[in-house]
């Protein structure tokens, strides 16, 4: 019997260690499970937050494009205007007219042919003294420019020139991008800083703030950028954070005017021709004394509107100049010819005065054409 149950033991003994070996397999196997069931909620926690984060971003967008801008205005204007005013005083301060008239209507481009049919494209001419014929263009648009550049970026953008020696008798846009530095704004423009950054972090902007922001691409320094700020800021940080957006963001998802750009044209076909536009123009309007009168016209929706204002001797004199056309009638050029201050009580109307009086008119008339639009869409949903 001694033996029998000595030769029971060892049985015994090697199903206890079986069973210790089982145990700790099934720790480790619910350990496992505890970690997959744990990585499943974060996982489907994480996506609960991208969908929110989404349906947000959504909002926003839909927000943002109730209140945009789509469409554009362009005014074109010679640069000859120019040689009507005596002094050089007066050639800037008629500069500054005319870019306070263009930004109190919105208007998007300023175009300034040469009613000569010289070669302009540039700003980097001189200015040869009152009377000198070609070079009206070039200085019409640099002051153009120059009041467009918010105030903090001047400095780097505009060294001390001839042209802009006057420029402190113009009278400021005061337009919504040109920001103190204490106003808050989801958007603002800005310029590259030649500051090293760390490799994966973006390039420093000057905003005209109390502090930098950090972009979130590496550009070239020296370049005019438009930012959009985070909305939420570390208020503890050394600098903001914001990404780089494009030019006309404002306009189209914020509802902001953002100020215009200058183009120069060679000559009045140049205006159409050289758009910035892939589809160009849809929309073009002519002032003249000679067209139909503006009470009895109405505008039918566009996407990019040209208005297009004659110099001293009106648009005839443009026409003529140009070899590139062959049309003796300017109300061909236009899909609407219009006199756009009818029974007027002088002789002649100037250029800055045709400005106000014209974009007055047509304001009016570019609102009604996009409510109609509005209340349509409104309609069929």
């Not at 009206?136 to 505009?158: S, T």
Request: net charge neutral.
């Amino acid at each position: 019997m001694s033996t029998d149950i000595a030769a029971k033991r060892p049985s015994v003994e090697s199903s206890q260690t079986v069973e210790r070996v089982d145990w700790k397999k099934r720790k480790s196997e619910i350990k496992e499970t505890q970690k997959q069931r744990k990585e499943e909620k974060l996982i489907k926690q994480l996506e609960k937050q991208k969908e929110i984060e989404a349906a947000e971003a959504a909002k926003s967008e839909q927000s943002h494009n109730k209140t945009g801008r789509a469409y554009t205005v362009s005014v074109a204007l010679p640069g000859s205007v120019l040689d009507n005013a005596q002094s050089t005083e007066l050639r800037t301060y008629l500069a500054g007219q005319i870019a306070r008239a263009c930004v109190v209507f919105c208007v998007d481009e300023i175009i300034v042919f040469d009613e000569q049919g010289e070669d302009v494209k540039s700003v980097e001419g001189e200015f040869k003294g009152v009377g000198k014929k070609g070079q009206a263009c070039i200085q019409l648009a640099r002051i153009l420019q120059y009041l467009e550049c918010p105030q903090y970026l001047r400095k780097w953008f505009f060294p001390k020139h001839q042209d802009l020696q006057y420029a402190g008798l113009l009278n400021p846009l005061d337009s919504p991008h040109h920001m103190r530095i204490d106003d808050e704004s989801e958007y603002r423009e800005g310029i590259v800083l030649d500051r090293p950054t760390k490799q994966g972090k973006g390039s420093l902007v000057n905003c005209g703030m109390r502090k930098d922001v950090r972009i979130d691409k590496q550009l070239q320094s020296g370049l005019r950028v438009t930012v959009q700020l985070h909305k939420s800021q570390n208020p503890e940080s050394k600098i903001y954070k914001g990404k780089v957006v494009a030019p006309h963001l404002p306009r189209t998802e914020g509802g902001l005017y953002w100020g215009y750009s200058v183009r120069l044209a060679s000559c009045l076909s140049a205006v159409f021709t050289e758009s910035p536009y892939k589809e160009g123009y849809d929309m073009t309007i002519g002032t003249s004394e000679r067209g139909s009168n503006i009470d009895q016209t109405t505008l039918a929706p566009f996407k990019h509107l040209l208005v297009i204002f004659g110099g001293l001797q009106g648009l005839e004199a443009s026409l003529d100049s140009d070899q590139n056309l062959e049309v003796n009638d300017p109300s061909v050029l236009f899909d609407l010819y219009l006199n756009t201050c009818p029974s007027q009580g002088s002789r002649t109307i100037r250029t800055e005065e045709a400005i106000l009086v014209s974009m007055a008119g047509l304001r009016p008339k570019i609102t009604a054409a996009f409510a109609d639009v509005s209340s349509g869409s409104k309609n069929t949903k």
